[in-house]
């Protein structure tokens, strides 16, 4: 069963990989990046451009809709950026930090998306990967999340690589993993959630990496606190927890 | 100015079984769901789906095993409702023949129908394995920066529908909100099919004709449906139907001719 | 939400001799002329202008030798005025190094430019001499049907400035009507700039979000310039006023100095 | 000096153009095409679409404005169809009948409209070609205009090809030439106004053709002549005539 805290800290880390000035942008199924973006706009002093899926620019709303495709994310945006817009400012290299799923991890942020078993005969047939293939070589940034951080879902060999490319972060409910986007290099773990440690997340881990950076997650501010509460959006956090990859 | 108007049920009988089928809208928003219903009322077979993302709409299709082959980006229910459950199946079991996409891939193969031009560039999709899955080809920079690009083949649907709000009787159609990618789609098709909330005349279209999407001479037919987005959303009109969503999720076939009876176009309209 | 708002003078000044600029709009019509003026008016040199139909703006950069290279598909002042005379003197002399264009070849190259890809695809271009004197290149479908394509390079100009009816301290732009090809050149090039009727708040933009062509976060600087597509039109705020452009096309740099002094950005700014 | 009647032969021929339900469209610096749309609407009891460069879709105006580009076009339109739109709609091949002028024409219905001279050194530049390169091949037919009727404006060698494609017909103040789109064949005289004969054609045109089909054209009908006389244009079409393509 998910944890309100493991929400929470994917939310709390995700909104941290966001810069000051980034346009960001989240997609469709990804109700969590969704709720980083609206964190960060409420906890942290720096102005950023958040566009969604939806097709509204710097909407973030009182209470979060369910889907992070809903028309609640265009109430009161000045203009529509619709799909092929916000593709194209990608595909060009504006759209600094993209935030994308996955249901399998390795080491280099590459992800699998697509099937669990062989790909023309699946054991299990996952949703796509979305615009990742297209998408994560293009960003300066990509920040990855996983619900489920097990050594099935952060593996040292992929399935199928749906999509490579620019992966800066990868946020868990134990871990933020993390590896310079213009290497070809693995992650290293860069911090542990407190109630665990570097060992404990090698052991759930199944691709190994570096840990010697590696510190205890800094723990959630007033601020971060206050906004997540205002969010009051731990039911559709859950509920993205055990769904969305289909893996569970 | 032709009168385009006709029921749901002859537009789904317009559409030919093996056709490929363009649909508007991305998961639970803005898509011509009533159609798809008819679609299956109306049994079909042997379709193709072509979207970036289809959800309720393909996972309706396999679930009646109407569909048998698709082009899609990513498949989900959303809204916290995971996977498409019969959509799953239907590949697993090879019922569905999937080609799998990465959202913009199909757009651009779009904008190549759309302009008249064999193939279209895409950025990205290098490291991807769908790369050689798809056999897609890359082109050399002509022009000397040494770089390589992904081209992906033209993609022109068959027909192509979409859910607008409004339209008139010549087929222009009116969108609010973001259209996902019903621009281009309505572009690529051979074939351009409306469903619409409301009728509206002309001149009103003409007050604001910045609005209308798609003009309607490129439209064979409109139907005019209300709450045709049903069980999804249409902004700003209705919100998305979770509880009726959930219903649809429930297994078996009960469920499903219970849910195709509760649709909205089943209560209102006489079956022409 | 940042207020990006200057002057006209501001911003000709933030635009470097040498720049390559795109201006919106298409002939007479929906061009931000204003900044073309002002662009004279601070004794620009070397600029590139890159427009698929030019008139009124590269003939005024060309009469006060501002404008070095063009890529233009026509140019012609229009409207029964026929030629534009000091462009045509330049590229007569050797002044003015012309890349001759099809229209459609300029907003390929930009749609390139606008998705991160170095060349795009355009139909047609067989059989004009224009294929060979730019030295463009064809490519072979690569999925097998034969069919050759030219493909052009992606074009990024380093300014584009579009003249909107309303925009927001913010930028974002709102254009009535039809916008010939503003929206592709906003979406290839490096600074966009924003010239505009009148100022309006975010909140009345966003009652018809969908009018917006341009989101506020692309843009660098607005400039509010009542009247700023003058002599031109702007639909529907204007028509174009013949006896100005008549005016403008009087020989000699007296006429040329009463036309810049008769414009309305002359008449109401202070100069900044 | 151009007449009145030059300018009229010219609307109504390029308006016999027009076949029933067909796409038409006229561009740019095309006030002429534009008239023809206007009079086939109001002389033909058939269906056709209108596209206009200006954005409109079935715009008919009544009073026509001075620049085919201007805003009169969209009065009344139930859509904005702009220009990326109606280009992507010729590329493919849905523009059924395109409207375009030149400077210079040829036996195989190629145009001039680029310069007069060496390209690079010209003695006279003219405007250019607008989108003539790109959709002449590509629409099914096309329809050039030409004002000037002489040696040096119906030429056997174009000074520089800026189109070349499906030209169906040609019409000048004097005659109007066909030639099947499908096929790499030259012009035949199709009919001559009934001021001239065909002898009188070939001595005014450059390029040689067959004129064994040639008919004299037929009079103007009662309904094209009452929309004529509605349009009121004349001011305008006569200022097209000499200034157009600069060459005189």
Same mark, same amino acid.
């Given at each position: 069963m998910p944890e309100r805290r493991d929400a929470e800290y994917l939310v709390v880390n995700l909104a941290r990989a966001i810069r000051p000035n980034e346009v960001t942008f989240s997609g469709v199924n990804s109700v969590l990046p969704m709720a980083a973006c609206v964190l960060a706009r409420r906890a942290y002093d720096f102005d950023f451009t958040y566009l969604s899926v939806a097709g509204g620019v710097d909407v973030f709303p009182k209470k979060l809709p369910?889907?992070?495709? #809903? @028309? !609640?994310?265009?109430?009161?945006?000045?203009?529509?950026?619709?799909n092929a817009d916000f593709y194209d400012l990608a595909t060009r290299g504006k759209l600094d930090l993209i935030f994308l799923g996955a249901a399998q991890v390795d080491a280099f942020g590459r992800t699998n998306v697509s099937a669990i078993g062989d790909w023309a005969h699946p054991k299990v047939r996952l949703p796509g990967g979305g615009g990742a293939a297209v998408m994560m070589p293009v960003a300066p940034r990509v920040a990855l999340w996983r619900s489920e951080h097990t050594t099935r879902t952060l593996v040292e060999k992929l399935e199928f690589i749906t999509a490579a490319g620019k992966t800066a972060v990868l946020v868990t409910p134990y871990a933020v993993f993390a590896r #310079? @986007? !213009?290497?070809?290099e693995r992650f290293h773990l860069a911090s542990y959630r407190d109630d665990t440690d570097p060992a404990a997340i090698v052991a759930r881990t199944g691709f190994s990496f570096e840990a010697a950076r590696a510190v205890p997650t800094a723990p959630m501010t007033a601020r971060e606190r206050a906004a997540l509460d205002a969010m009051d959006a731990f039911d559709l956090l859950e509920n993205e927890l055990p769904r969305v990859t289909g893996l569970r | 100015m032709a009168n385009k108007i006709v029921s749901l049920a002859e537009m789904a009988r317009s559409i030919p079984d093996g056709s490929s089928i363009g649909f508007g809208g991305s998961f639970l928003h803005r898509a011509p769901f009533a159609l798809v219903r008819e679609l299956v009322r109306r049994g079909a077979r042997g379709l193709e789906v072509i979207k970036s993302s289809p959800g309720y709409d393909i996972d309706l299709l396999a679930r009646a095993h109407a569909v048998s082959r698709a082009k899609a980006g990513i498949v989900a229910i959303e809204g916290g409702l995971g996977l498409a459950p019969s959509y799953r199946r239907a590949v697993e079991d090879g019922e569905l023949q999937l080609e799998e996409h990465s959202c913009m891939t199909i757009v651009a193969g779009m904008r190549a129908a759309a302009a008249g031009v064999p193939f279209a560039p895409v950025a990205g999709v290098f490291g991807s394995d769908l790369l050689a899955l798809n056999h897609w080809k890359t082109v050399a920079d002509p022009y000397g920066s040494g770089k390589e690009t992904v081209v992906v083949p033209a993609i022109s649907p068959d027909v192509a529908v979409i859910h607008a709000n409004e339209a008139d009787a010549n087929g222009d159609a009116r969108v609010y909100g973001s259209p996902p990618w019903d621009r281009e789609l309505t572009r690529a098709a051979k074939r351009v099919f409306v469903t619409a909330e409301r009728l509206v005349s002309s001149a009103q279209l003409a007050q604001q004709p910045e609005l209308t999407l798609l003009p309607g001479f490129m439209v064979e037919a409109v139907a005019i449906v209300p709450r045709g987005a049903w069980p999804g959303s249409l902004h700003p009109d209705y919100d998305v139907d979770y509880a009726a969503v959930e219903a649809y999720l429930e297994p078996g076939d009960a469920a499903l001719a219970r849910h195709l009876a509760a649709a909205p176009e089943a209560r209102v309209f006489s079956r022409a």
């Open positions: 369910r889907s992070s495709t #809903d @028309p !609640a994310l265009l109430a009161g945006t000045a203009a529509i950026f619709s #310079d @986007p !213009a290497k070809n | -």
